[in-house]
């Protein structure tokens, strides 16, 4: 096994750490435990940084030299590093810890899935020549920050449904979260969409073909577009607004998945 | 739905207005534009559930004869090209520019009469402090990164980021910039595929969806090379065509094509898009050197074959050709394999062949495009990251500096960010009277 397997097997294992400090304090209420969890998240997610990086580096002694962003491996391992960096970034504002506990479990199942499933080639694969362009990173990076910071608009549309008093935190603070990290969403996912339009069009000659992937994105596009609109100028509230935070996010699995599984096309790089 | 209503004027329509009127204030309602887009992403699930601008045959495949007349007269089979998917788009657009207008006359109406609030207003305001040993004029001038935009001696405005309320505007606008570059695209543009042989020159390529219709490219373009490289997998690396172009018998430009290199040459763009193989096969018969591609017939004095079948690798016996022949009224075949002396040479019909040689020279696949409207679409992309960038992470907020008798009142308020402005105007509290 590489070395980037091996970190990157550790780097599982304090995900599940994460998990269980956030149960602890469920059970405990103590402040001091979810304290120490946020200094485990950012020390896991330095160790998930390195791990990629590691990756990198093996992929150009292995003579393939490319991010470690180019098959389903990579990208589940990436999706998990892009939750907990849009957990960092947002700390501020999630202020509820069900939403971080519920985040690292998403982060959890992903790397947990990449690292433990038999089906998933673990090894560096050479890059074909479609995808060896700059447009990689970029498009990438925002298309997976997107689904990220969608994952917990997911997360509250969810707890929306339910009441649990002190642990679902009260419905103005799970709106006010849902919207917070569409608003994060919404400009990446745009981003993602016109960096792969524009990489399209240096690759394949045309910006936009109508592919499964690309018009999945544009539906996954159109729902938080109507998300905002909704919130934003018709004054939405409450149960539709967590509905339709739900719908965009399985609008986010369908894109990111469902496409490379169901539906072929010429974006099914991620399946394999 | 109609507990809540949005500032927009939808309301109650009053009897009096014309149904012109009112048809307008629907085409430019929110409640339309979400009706639409739920319309256009409905279609677009449509179009990738249902295989679009597939042949007959896989049609028939997965539906029965009428459930596929149906999906045909539906046009569910080439949704994004279908007349109702264009007039959905239309409409799209219709409601999207008259939408924007609309709102953008009544925002520059409100902007020029941005109201002084009385100081009541002022004092009522959730985020405020007083501040007793300093000037009006030395608070305001405090504040930076604000600017006054409106008062006279008693109350004074400053705001900060007011740009990012144009933020919906530039994005709404980039929108429609984006689609007309589409359409200019599409009005006067056109996509294509040529192959090129090593050494060989061609000046028209093969439209797309139009059955293998030619056209003139306006130049010519040669194939000087083409080289494929492999991944020690098997994979290929590269894919690199040396292409020439041609222009009134001039060469006017020399470059190397690979996949995300295009060439751009006159406002047309050739890509390197694919390759393949085209094997001959050198035969010597009879002391005569014979040229023949696959399911080519060599026909002279009595002998006659055919060239049926090609393999990269017979059994691991390296690169083999079948070769069919009549004899004695009984269909025969045969493998030349190349690399086996004592299978390079058969009888044939009574006469001596030998396979001397396998050429397997590439082609390289181009695809062709001419957009003149991409640089719209690009324009259209720019402005939409940047009207995004001053929605999403600017917003507008605005303090109030009151001269009062008691001391200068300031206040704030902002209409989003609720949250991180009362953090701001804490600091702001912090810095002009000190942490008391």
């Given at each position: 096994?590489?070395?980037?397997?091996?970190?990157?097997?550790?780097?599982?294992?304090?995900?599940?750490?994460?998990?269980?400090?956030?149960?602890?304090?469920f059970?405990?209420?103590?402040?001091?435990?979810?304290?120490?969890?946020?200094?485990?998240?950012?020390?896991?997610?330095?160790?998930?940084?390195?791990?990629?990086?590691?990756?990198?580096?093996?992929?150009?002694?292995?003579?393939?030299?490319?991010?470690?962003?180019?098959?389903?491996?990579?990208?589940?391992?990436?999706?998990?590093?892009?939750?907990?960096?849009?957990?960092?970034?947002?700390?501020?504002?999630?202020?509820?810890?069900?939403?971080?506990?519920?985040?690292?479990f998403?982060?959890?199942?992903?790397?947990g899935?990449?690292?433990?499933?038999?089906?998933?080639?673990?090894?560096?694969?050479?890059?074909?020549?479609?995808?060896?362009?700059?447009?990689?990173?970029?498009h990438?990076?925002?298309?997976?920050?997107?689904?990220?910071?969608?994952?917990?608009?997911?997360?509250c549309?969810?707890?929306?449904?339910?009441?649990?008093?002190?642990?679902?935190?009260?419905?103005?603070?799970?709106?006010?979260?849902?919207?917070?990290?569409?608003?994060?969403?919404f400009?990446?996912?745009?981003?993602?969409?016109?960096?792969?339009?524009?990489?399209?069009?240096?690759?394949?000659?045309?910006?936009?073909?109508?592919?499964?992937?690309?018009?999945?994105?544009?539906?996954?596009?159109?729902?938080?577009?109507?998300?905002?609109?909704?919130?934003?100028?018709?004054?939405?509230?409450?149960?539709r607004?967590?509905?339709?935070?739900?719908?965009?996010?399985?609008?986010?699995?369908?894109?990111?998945?469902?496409?490379?599984?169901?539906?072929?096309?010429?974006?099914?790089y991620?399946?394999? | 739905?109609?507990?809540?209503?949005?500032?927009?004027?939808?309301?109650?329509?009053?009897?009096?207005?014309?149904?012109?009127?009112?048809?307008?204030?629907?085409?430019?309602?929110?409640?339309?534009?979400?009706?639409?887009?739920?319309?256009?992403?409905?279609?677009?699930?449509?179009?990738?559930?249902?295989?679009?601008?597939?042949?007959?045959?896989?049609?028939?495949?997965?539906?029965?004869?009428?459930?596929?007349?149906i999906?045909?007269?539906?046009?569910?089979?080439?949704?994004?090209r279908?007349p109702?998917?264009?007039?959905?788009?239309?409409?799209?657009?219709?409601?999207?520019?008259?939408?924007?207008?609309?709102?953008?006359?009544?925002?520059?109406?409100?902007?020029?009469?941005?109201?002084?609030?009385?100081?009541?207003?002022?004092?009522a305001?959730?985020n405020?402090?007083?501040?007793?040993?300093?000037?009006?004029?030395?608070?305001?001038?405090?504040?930076?990164?604000?600017?006054?935009?409106?008062?006279?001696?008693?109350?004074?405005?400053?705001?900060?980021?007011?740009?990012?309320?144009?933020?919906?505007?530039?994005?709404?606008?980039?929108?429609?910039?984006?689609?007309?570059?589409?359409?200019?695209?599409?009005?006067?543009?056109?996509?294509g595929?040529?192959?090129?042989?090593?050494?060989?020159?061609?000046?028209?390529?093969?439209?797309?969806?139009?059955?293998g219709?030619?056209?003139?490219?306006?130049?010519?373009?040669?194939?000087?090379?083409?080289?494929?490289?492999?991944?020690?997998?098997?994979?290929?690396?590269?894919?690199?065509?040396?292409?020439?172009?041609?222009?009134?018998?001039?060469?006017?430009?020399?470059?190397?094509?690979?996949?995300?290199?295009?060439?751009?040459?006159?406002?047309?763009?050739?890509?390197?898009?694919?390759?393949?193989?085209?094997?001959?096969?050198?035969?010597?018969?009879?002391?005569?050197?014979v040229?023949?591609?696959?399911g080519?017939?060599?026909?002279?004095?009595?002998?006659?074959?055919?060239?049926?079948?090609?393999?990269?690798?017979?059994?691991?016996?390296?690169?083999?050709?079948?070769?069919?022949?009549?004899?004695?009224?009984e269909?025969?075949?045969?493998?030349?394999?190349?690399?086996?002396p004592?299978?390079?040479?058969?009888?044939?019909?009574?006469?001596?062949?030998?396979?001397?040689?396998?050429?397997?020279?590439?082609?390289?696949?181009?695809?062709?495009?001419?957009?003149?409207?991409?640089?719209?679409?690009?324009?259209?992309?720019?402005?939409?990251?940047?009207?995004?960038?001053?929605?999403?992470?600017?917003?507008?907020?605005?303090?109030?500096?009151?001269?009062?008798?008691?001391?200068?009142?300031?206040a704030?308020?902002?209409?989003?960010?609720?949250?991180?402005?009362?953090?701001?105007?804490?600091?702001?509290?912090?810095?002009i009277?000190?942490?008391?």
């Amino acid at each position: 096994m590489a070395l980037n397997n091996q970190i990157l097997g550790i780097v599982t294992l304090l995900y599940v750490c994460i998990f269980l400090m956030h149960l602890v304090f469920f059970a405990t209420k103590k402040e001091k435990v979810y304290g120490a969890m946020w200094l485990v998240l950012y020390a896991t997610f330095g160790l998930h940084s390195v791990g990629l990086i590691v990756r990198w580096i093996e992929s150009y002694k292995l003579g393939l030299g490319h991010a470690p962003l180019s098959n389903f491996y990579e990208s589940l391992i990436f999706f998990s590093w892009c939750i907990a960096l849009v957990l960092i970034v947002m700390r501020k504002k999630l202020k509820a810890p069900i939403i971080t506990a519920f985040a690292a479990f998403v982060a959890l199942f992903f790397i947990g899935y990449a690292s433990l499933a038999p089906s998933v080639e673990k090894g560096i694969q050479p890059l074909i020549p479609a995808l060896q362009s700059n447009w990689l990173h970029v498009h990438v990076f925002t298309c997976f920050i997107a689904y990220a910071a969608f994952a917990i608009s997911f997360i509250c549309g969810i707890f929306y449904m339910f009441q649990w008093k002190n642990i679902i935190p009260p419905k103005d603070t799970l709106e006010e979260i849902t919207y917070q990290s569409i608003m994060v969403g919404f400009p990446m996912l745009t981003a993602g969409i016109l960096t792969g339009a524009v990489w399209a069009h240096y690759a394949w000659g045309s910006y936009w073909s109508w592919d499964p992937k690309e018009t999945w994105s544009l539906i996954t596009w159109i729902v938080y577009a109507l998300f905002l609109h909704a919130r934003f100028t018709r004054g939405w509230k409450g149960k539709r607004i967590a509905v339709l935070a739900i719908i965009g996010f399985g609008s986010v699995i369908f894109t990111y998945f469902g496409v490379n599984f169901i539906l072929a096309g010429l974006h099914s790089y991620g399946a394999s | 739905m109609s507990a809540i209503r949005s500032n927009s004027g939808e309301g109650a329509t009053p009897p009096s207005t014309s149904t012109v009127d009112s048809i307008y204030r629907f085409l430019s309602s929110v409640r339309f534009a979400i009706l639409v887009l739920s319309f256009i992403a409905a279609s677009c699930v449509l179009g990738t559930l249902i295989k679009q601008q597939a042949p007959p045959q896989e049609y028939l495949k997965q539906f029965s004869e009428s459930t596929y007349a149906i999906l045909k007269f539906l046009r569910l089979t080439d949704v994004f090209r279908a007349p109702w998917f264009l007039i959905l788009v239309s409409l799209f657009v219709v409601n999207l520019v008259l939408c924007t207008l609309d709102r953008f006359g009544r925002f520059l109406k409100t902007r020029k009469d941005t109201k002084i609030p009385s100081e009541k207003a002022v004092s009522a305001m959730a985020n405020r402090f007083v501040v007793r040993n300093r000037g009006a004029d030395e608070v305001v001038s405090l504040f930076n990164g604000y600017r006054t935009s409106a008062g006279d001696d008693r109350v004074r405005l400053l705001e900060k980021g007011s740009l990012s309320r144009y933020g919906v505007y530039v994005i709404h606008s980039s929108i429609i910039i984006i689609l007309i570059g589409s359409l200019i695209g599409i009005m006067f543009g056109y996509r294509g595929f040529v192959t090129l042989n090593k050494g060989e020159t061609k000046d028209t390529i093969v439209i797309r969806g139009e059955a293998g219709k030619a056209v003139p490219l306006g130049f010519k373009v040669k194939c000087d090379d083409f080289k494929v490289s492999f991944y020690p997998t098997g994979e290929p690396k590269d894919y690199v065509s040396r292409l020439q172009i041609i222009d009134d018998g001039k060469s006017v430009r020399q470059a190397e094509v690979r996949v995300n290199h295009p060439l751009t040459y006159r406002g047309t763009s050739i890509y390197q898009a694919s390759y393949g193989s085209d094997p001959a096969f050198l035969f010597d018969i009879g002391g005569q050197e014979v040229r023949l591609a696959q399911g080519g017939v060599y026909k002279k004095d009595n002998v006659t074959f055919m060239v049926v079948r090609f393999e990269r690798s017979v059994h691991n016996f390296g690169p083999g050709v079948m070769v069919a022949y009549i004899e004695g009224n009984e269909p025969k075949t045969t493998w030349f394999l190349k690399n086996v002396p004592q299978m390079r040479e058969r009888q044939v019909m009574g006469a001596a062949v030998k396979l001397t040689e396998i050429s397997d020279d590439f082609y390289t696949g181009l695809e062709v495009s001419h957009d003149p409207g991409v640089w719209v679409v690009w324009t259209g992309f720019a402005l939409i990251l940047f009207g995004l960038y001053i929605n999403f992470f600017m917003y507008h907020r605005r303090i109030y500096v009151v001269r009062t008798e008691d001391g200068v009142l300031v206040a704030g308020a902002s209409l989003r960010n609720k949250e991180a402005f009362r953090e701001e105007f804490e600091k702001w509290r912090k810095k002009i009277n000190g942490s008391e």
